[in-house]
């Protein structure tokens, strides 16, 4: 599991080795589940990629500059 996020598991794996002992394997465990939990939710929604942003109800898989990240969150606001 660890190619789909190289740099997160090392940053963990890193944390890990400066924690050390029980504490080590407890941190790693809970970073691990957090990330497939992530993992979880993405496929749900069908991401297959990052970034991907979710405002209200509407998402927008992919990259979006600051126009458009405030007009999402714009329409999220309308929509209550």
Do not use: M, N, W
């Amino acid at each position: 599991s660890d190619h789909f996020y190289p740099s997160c598991t090392s940053a963990i794996a890193d944390r890990g080795e400066s924690i050390g002992g029980e504490s080590r394997a407890v941190a790693r465990r809970e970073a691990q589940a957090a990330i497939d939990r992530d993992r979880a939710l993405a496929k749900e929604f069908g991401l297959t990629g990052t970034p991907a942003f979710i405002a209200g109800l509407e998402l927008a898989p992919g990259a979006l500059d600051l126009k458009g990240l405030k007009e999402l969150i714009s329409r999220a606001g309308e929509k209550k």
